[in-house]
């Protein structure tokens, strides 16, 4: 399981799931806030399934060593 889901989308997703998670927990909202539970779990572990599908990453590039010449 490679790493596919970068600093700013975890950030995005372990926020947002929290929210989610938080509101149903408090009665916010109906029980589809649950599905937090998703966002929190792929930018916790740091993998997307439907990236690695379609080959998506929002993870940095690292930059290619130096050819030598």
């Known amino acids: 399981m490679k790493i596919n889901v970068g ?7 372990i926020s947002l799931g929290l929210v989610l998670v938080g509101l149903a927990a408090t009665g916010a909202v109906g029980l589809w806030g649950w599905l937090g539970v998703v966002p929190l779990a792929t930018g916790s572990i740091g993998w997307c399934p ?20």
């Open 7 to 13: 600093g700013i989308d975890r950030i995005a997703r």
């Open 50 to 69: 439907p990236y690695a599908i379609f080959g998506w990453s929002t993870c940095a590039m690292k930059e290619a060593p130096p050819e030598n010449s």
